[in-house]
């Protein structure tokens, strides 16, 4: 009689006509060892088998670009001999589940990612999404969420330098934890995964191996059900003094010449650490079980290699070069163990007491993983289903004041200092710039700095998938240009529902087509990534999907960080500009657009319009003008427009500098379109009155690029007094604190 029942088949996630593969692969039945191997690594978390045909068209090359996806994490070059590795990675489902651990473990994974290719981490940031703030179980997700990234980060000495948080009844069953590390490393030193040499020892270090995480990546592969909490097993306990440990031993072990290959064991553990280091390698692996450092009692290999405990690494070392190794992994206090050796076979084998446990070959584990060309509607199909409703008559603003007051007060554009007071922004004396348009750190030693920011509007997404995908890869650059950054490469966490509903996977497609376009026009490609798909629940009934939410991490390069830009508006009688598209200089006003606009949503109560269109080539044009601008000196404060238009920038730059403006309104536009529409390629900058003919000369110069010739400017206004659109800025400081204040301290 089988052992593989069909029940024990779903339990692990895999279709029956997956099982048919399983069944052809092997040329036999597999035990439940092997099943559990197959089930993780087919999972949507590692195999990536509903996006993977996709996630090809995007443009992944650039002359910088030293290894872009299929590694740990993205590599590019920042000159002088260094590089910036750097990832994205979500870790949502387990933050639901146990919002700390969760969030903790999530941060403590995508660290791994990045100094397991040689890089010292130097900062990370986040992109969360939550659900309606009076939803019973959100207050404790929030604290949880929040206070798990500040307990691991702030412990293992890295600095949270940038984020961005919003809420949306969509994310109320189906929270987002999307968390990013950027490191520096030698250009000349960086680690792959590719296990090589037959016959080399496979080497286990870290922490012991425990029970906690089995089916992680299963889990996190399927919706949720009513039974969440259920589910709290297989979510991974982190322990962050240990990860320091780690990173040190592994950078000290790096800076010799013991390493063939290294990878960290992050979802499915030792199963998918040993599979991609044998596959990449084009080798196969032998793995002792008996010799896995495990802290509890009669672990079964079925365990071992499923577990997802954390702090832990794989390496293939040189012949020899073991007790070297080992000594320094004993000085740090970490477990060091040769669990097995590098063959020749193209076969995964597992013993365990002296037996074969495990024998599968590695091409249907990794490489020939099933791979599926969804069903998804077009975008004509899309818009009718989604049925977003055209933006009627033209709603106006009867107080300008009162609506940017209420604005300001809203969850989405509320100070969000309650969360970032808890992350150490400050640890290792780099960091130049928090809480503005990106965060700045020095890269170590030079005058360079990296520039780092987290990015998506998802609610433009679901209403337009093509230019919400634009949309996003364009404010992440506008983010780094509005520091003075030259933006360099992206990474993103694509977070979106169930693939197999063809409107979900019409998001997905269409999102990335956006991506796409979007990286290719500015020059800025994609080097790294990762898919969440399945984030909906039943759990809060009728099967609620998340809005699409296709996060962006943008990075880019200030030469010298002296010329660092800062939002803040700071001297009295400073002019304030608008830089943005001609047709903003030369007024259109069938061009503003209030569609999607949180003015529309959150004062006028109105969900209705299309997403902002998005300009590429004068995205491109306006990020050339404001960093040219930011590096001939000429400018004093920069900041790009988004949420809330142009009256919530404004204040953003009053609040941020402790001084107001007296501002003015385009009367070709109404009072509505002019200071809430949601336009892009727009910025706000200010001038000192001795600069201004420098200014309009480097303007009126002549472009140095077709796109810069789609760019107008205009004057709006002057720095200075107590008020912005004559509200107080202690009435718009005090309602834009409220919320949190209120929320978690009231």
Known sequence: MSQITPEIVESHGLSPEEYERVLHALGREPNTVELGIFSVMWSEHCSYKSSRLHLKKLPTEAPWVICGPGENAGVIDIGDGQAAIFKMESHNHPSYIEPYQGAATGVGGILRDVFTMGARPIANANALRFGRPEHPKMQHLVKGVVAGIGGYGNCVGVPTVAGETNFHPAYDGNILVNAMTVGVADADKIFYSAATGVGN????????????????????????????????????????????????????????????????????????????????????????????????????????????????????????????????????????????????????????????????????????????????????????????????????????????????????????????????????????????????????????????????????????????????????????????????????????????????????????????????????????GNVSLYNESKATGGGSAILPTPAIGGVGIIDDYSRMMTMGFKNDGDAIYLVAPDFWAKPDPTRSHLGKSRWLLDVMGRDEGRAPPVDLQAELGVGLIVRNLIAAGLVNAVHDISDGGLAVALAEMALKGGIGATVMQDKAYTPAQWWFGEDQARYVVTVSDTDIDAFNAILAEGPESEAASLIGFQRIGTVGGEAVLDVALSDLRAANDHFFAEWMEG
């Open 201 to 528: 020892p496979i080497v286990y270090v870290g922490s012991k191996t425990g029970r906690d995480g089995i089916h992680g990546a299963t889990m996190a592969s399927a919706d949720f059900g009513e039974d969440a909490d259920a589910k709290r097993p297989t979510v991974q306990v982190g322990d962050p003094f240990t990860e320091k440990l780690l990173i040190e031993a592994c950078l000290e072990l790096m800076a010799t010449d013991a390493i063939v290959a290294i990878q960290d064991m992050g979802a499915a553990g030792l199963t998918s650490s040993s599979v991609e280091m044998a596959t990449n390698g084009k080798a196969g692996i032998r793995l002792d079980m008996n010799m896995v450092p495990c802290r509890e009692e009669g672990m079964t290999p079925y365990e071992m290699m499923l577990s997802e405990s954390q702090e832990r690494m794989l390496m293939v070392l040189k012949p020899g070069k073991e007790p070297m190794a080992e000594a320094i992994f004993r000085k740090w206090e970490l477990d060091f163990a040769v669990i097995g050796e590098v063959t020749d076979t193209g076969h995964m084998v597992l013993e365990w007491n002296g037996e074969v446990v495990c024998d599968i070959p590695l091409g249907p584990l990794a490489a020939d993983a099933p791979l599926y060309d969804r069903p998804y509607l077009s975008k004509e199909e899309y818009k009718a289903w989604a049925q977003i409703k055209p933006l009627g008559e033209v709603p106006e603003s009867t107080d300008i004041g009162a609506d940017l007051l209420k604005l300001m007060a809203t969850p989405n554009l509320a100070s969000k200092r309650w969360i970032y007071e808890q992350y150490d922004s400050q640890v290792g004396a780099d960091t130049l710039q928090t809480g503005g348009d990106a965060g700045v750190v020095r890269v170590h030693g030079t005058r360079k700095a990296l520039a780092i920011t987290t990015d998506c509007t998802p609610r433009y997404v679901y209403a337009d998938p093509y230019e919400g995908g634009k949309q996003a890869i364009a404010e992440a650059y506008r983010n780094l240009c509005a520091v003075g950054a030259r933006p360099l490469a992206v990474t993103n966490c694509l977070n979106f529902a169930n693939p197999q509903r063809p409107e979900i996977m019409a998001q997905l497609v269409h999102a990335l087509e956006g991506m796409g376009d979007a990286c290719r026009a500015l020059d800025f490609p994609i080097v790294s």
